[in-house]
């Protein structure tokens, strides 16, 4: 289960850290109230502040880190059950993770839907409009075209719902830097087993972590990469950690600085 708070090493902000998260940096954005930004209601009255953070977060402008790649390196070992992530960064497919091994619970910036006549199109297809400060527009019918991100009170995802089997088998839950504050994705840190360790990797103690501990949970708090570091080493997988890195490296030269600044 991943949050914001893997993203924080790749240069985006979170949403409730105080001081640097995003919702203690609305003003900008001149909206009533925080989460204002993801509600439709005033999405509808108007979209301009949704677009212009959408232009800060659009894929494309940051890295996946270190945090990622041990995700990654999950998967090519073949460990990865399922990685259910509330991130719109969309870092995790750019780290290589597959799409049916993710649950990307609050959207993607990925895909988009007409909020009038429901035409799906390719994220794409907008991103030239989102970085000219331009509200997308239905190349059919003209009405306001939203990147398909969850906004309070929208239906998840239907993947979301592939929880109900992969929780009850999953033999181990890493929880990784969220604050497990919005629901219904906070609640599947309790879906697992009764027997199965869960593993929080994150500044704070969060949710059953804090207040509904289980005789077998484990905390690593503190930095986020530190934390998987310290993981990474108990693993003795600090050899693979770096080649792949390495790989990815020499794939998205481009990507240079920020992978090796967030590492
Ligand atoms: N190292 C360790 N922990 C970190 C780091 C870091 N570098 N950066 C942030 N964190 C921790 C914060 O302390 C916090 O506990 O990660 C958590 C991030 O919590 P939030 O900002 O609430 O983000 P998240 O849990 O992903 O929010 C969930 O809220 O508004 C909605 O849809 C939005 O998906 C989002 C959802």
Sequence with gaps: MAGAGISTPSGIPDFRTPGSGLYSNL??????????????????????PFFTLAKELYPGNYRPNYA???LRLLHDKGLLLRLYTQNIDGLERVAGIPPDKLVE?????????????????????????????????????TGVVKPDIVF???ELPQRFFLHVTDFP??????????????????????AVRSSVPRVLINRDLVGPFA???????????GDVVAGVRKVVELLDWNEEMQTLIQNE????????????VAV
């Excluded at 204002?36 to 301009?48: C, D, Q, R, S």
């Excluded at 088998?169 to 309790?190: C, K, N, Q, R, Y």
Aim: hydrophobic content about 40%; aromatic content about 16%.
């Design 249 to 260: 490296k020499e794939k998205h030269p481009l990507g240079d600085a920020f992978l090796f």
């Design 27 to 48: 003003e900008q954005y001149n909206i009533p109230y925080p989460e204002a930004i993801f509600e439709l209601a005033y999405f509808f009255v108007n979209p301009k």
């Design 68 to 70: 990622h790649y041990f």
């Design 169 to 190: 088998t999953a033999d181990l839950l890493l929880v990784i830097g969220t604050s497990l504050e919005v629901e219904p994705f906070a609640s599947l840190a309790g």
């Design 105 to 141: 619970a609050h959207g993607t910036f990925a895909t988009a839907t007409c909020t009038v006549c429901r035409r799906k199109f390719p994220g794409e297809d907008f991103r030239e409009d989102v970085m000219a400060d331009k509200v997308p527009q239905c190349r059919v019918c």
């Design 152 to 154: 309070f009170g929208e």
């Design 211 to 221: 207040w509904q501990q289980r005789y077998n949970d484990v905390a690593q708090l």
